[in-house]
């Protein structure tokens, strides 16, 4: 028998919203199945088509990377992974979900660094994203080369950023200015500190 998941376990392991959940299986984008009490309960083997994962092990084709800069901003990157994720099965994409909490200007973003290493891959077609500056607030151009160079496309979902993501981008330069400031300031202390003789 197939094994089943709550709405809530399936949303952990897809990082989507249960509401998502329900939508796709309302509109036929996932096949749930009801319990003798009416719950939905999702098929271990929609998960695994959802992950990108055959029966036979294959892996996925498609890269899909969602951001969002602050803990504050979870439930928007929950609805951006669900946006995302659904383009995918309309193309009827494997899809493998990467997804951070941190500022676009911010380098060492753990899965941003795990997408770079897996898009070397062979079985890799595409990285997907809804907008550039979820990969990435400047070097967009040089990500793509780089994905270009093992013949992998970048998919950009949508063009313009709303205005929500004109904001982030402005609270994310000022946390940079007020990084480098502290650095610099910080440098300067230290350098009067050292310059001070204590007396005898």
């Known amino acids: 028998m197939t094994d089943l998941v709550s709405l809530s376990k399936a ?67 929950e609805r951006q992974v669900g946006r995302v994720l659904e383009h995918c099965l309309k193309n009827e994409w494997k899809a493998e979900l990467f997804k951070d909490i941190g500022s676009g200007l911010n380098e060492e973003r753990r899965e941003f660094k795990r997408l770079l290493k897996r898009i070397p891959g062979s079985d890799v077609k595409r990285v997907v994203v809804e907008y550039k500056d979820r990969l990435t607030r400047f070097g967009f151009e040089t990500f793509t080369a780089y994905c270009k160079g093992f013949g992998v496309e970048v998919v950009v979902l949508e063009e313009s950023e709303v205005k929500e993501f004109e904001q982030e981008m ?7 200015v007020t990084s480098y400031s502290a650095r610099m300031y910080g440098r300067r202390g230290g350098r009067r500190k050292k310059a001070v003789v204590p007396d005898v």
């Open 170 to 176: 402005a609270e994310d330069l000022v946390s940079l």
């Open 11 to 77: 949303s952990q392991i897809l990082g989507v919203t249960t509401r998502t959940l329900v939508e796709w299986d309302n509109t036929g984008k996932i096949k749930a199945v009801r319990t003798p009490g009416n719950h939905r309960r999702i098929p271990m083997e929609e998960i695994e088509r959802l992950k990108g994962e055959d029966a036979d092990g294959q892996r996925v084709v498609s890269l899909v990377y969602c951001r969002c800069s602050t803990d504050k901003q979870k439930e928007n990157l």
